[in-house]
């Protein structure tokens, strides 16, 4: 079975730092694309970042880039999410997915239950 | 790219048939996604590329459209039904509509 939990989610200050994990299990982590996507509370689902499955290839919403970076290791089946210089605007629950064709940027087929940052002072 | 879905709201009862619009602010070839989202729970894939069932989806789900606009359908509203539903484009990265919430009428 197919499991993603993400962890790391916590309250902190605008302008600070905070690091996101997703655990993939059930699957062959190192085949497949993993994608954040965020969505503020009452608010829709907006994309935030994607990385290939070799990692080689990564991509970012204009919102976060140069402040957001995504990472994965293939050896611990882990995808993470590194965000700094935080707005209040991005209080939200994160969600890491992965990309349902190996390959290309496809569709979602599997979603974790999201963890939730909250930016705040 | 843009995706701009309507209605934002619509109320419907059980047995009616429904339909969502998604509009790309440029073409997306077939490049779409439709999924389903209630309270509390992560989203789920219904529709990818436009038109396919995902594995286990009721069959009164339908997606069509190319280019720049697309339908998503449910041919007999359930009550399992009600939820908010949002399209991804995946042509150009990746980016959500709005979300276009189901309730009951």
């Known amino acids: 079975e197919v499991q993603l939990v993400e962890s790391g989610g916590a309250l902190v200050q605008p302008g600070g730092s905070l690091t996101l994990s997703c655990e993939a299990s059930?699957?062959?982590?190192?085949?497949?694309?993993m994608n954040w996507v965020r969505q503020a509370p009452g608010k829709g689902l907006e994309w935030v970042s994607y990385?290939?499955?070799?990692?080689?290839?990564?991509y970012y919403a204009d919102s976060v880039q140069g402040r957001f970076t995504i990472s994965r290791d293939n050896a611990k089946n882990s995808l993470s999410l590194q965000m700094n210089s935080l707005r209040a605007e991005e209080t939200a629950i994160y969600y890491c997915?992965?990309?349902?064709?190996?390959?290309?940027?496809?569709?979602?087929?599997?979603w974790g239950q999201g963890t939730l940052v909250a930016v705040s002072s | 790219i843009q995706l701009t879905q309507s209605p934002s709201t619509l109320s419907a009862s059980i047995g009616d048939r429904v339909t969502i619009t998604c509009r790309a602010s440029?073409?997306?070839?077939?490049?779409l996604a439709w999924y389903q989202q209630k309270p509390g729970q992560a989203p789920k894939v219904l529709i990818y590329?436009?038109?396919n069932l995902a594995d286990g989806v009721p069959s009164r789900f339908t997606g069509r459209g190319s280019g720049t606009e697309f339908t998503l359908t449910i041919s007999s509203l359930q009550p399992d039904d009600f939820a908010t539903y949002y399209c991804?484009?995946?042509?150009?990265?990746?980016?959500f509509g709005q979300g276009t919430k189901v309730e009951i009428k």
């Open positions: 990385i290939s499955a070799t990692g080689r290839a990564v």
């Open positions: 059930g699957f062959t982590f190192s085949s497949f694309a």
């Open positions: 997915a992965r990309d349902a064709t190996v390959g290309v940027i496809t569709h979602l087929d599997y």
């Open positions: 440029q073409t997306v070839s077939t490049w």
């Open positions: 991804q484009q995946y042509n150009s990265y990746s980016s």
């Open positions: 590329k436009a038109s």
